[in-house]
Nanobody
Framework: QVQLAESGGSSVQAGGSLRLSCAAS????????MYWYRQAPGKQRELVAS???????NYADSVKGRFTISRDNAKNTVYLQMNSLKPEDTAVYYC?????????WGQGTQVTVSS
């Protein structure tokens, strides 16, 4: 079992920055891809960014150039640096980890961007 704990969510004004963190604990050996998803009210959960254990990254078009995902394998932690935030970035952000054909989810952290 893998446990994921997100932190760093907050309320900011448009144009501001936030850094989310997600710490993995438990049986973390073999975690391959880690993800950040988000879900806005009334919308489906969407993939924001992903990073492999080899640090290959992918981003949703809506966040390219503004968000950066990174990973510290020694600390079993993944980060999401969010710059130039927009009101449409408002959502609950979830961390997820893929390990041995199973996906684990965190509880989420709220990000609110005001105009």
């Amino acid at each position: 079992q893998v446990q994921l704990a997100e932190s760093g969510g907050s309320s900011v004004q448009a144009g501001g920055s936030l850094r989310l963190s997600c710490a993995a604990s438990g049986s973390t050996f073999g975690i391959n891809v880690m993800y950040w998803y988000r879900q806005a009210p009334g919308k489906q959960r969407e993939l924001v960014a992903s990073i492999t254990s080899g640090t290959n990254t992918n981003y949703a078009d809506s966040v390219k150039g503004r968000f950066t995902i990174s990973r510290d394998n020694a600390k079993n932690t993944v980060y999401l640096q969010m710059n130039s935030l927009k009101p449409e970035d408002t959502a609950v952000y979830y961390c997820a980890a893929f390990q041995m054909a199973r996906v684990y989810w965190g509880q989420g952290t709220q990000v609110t961007v005001s105009s």
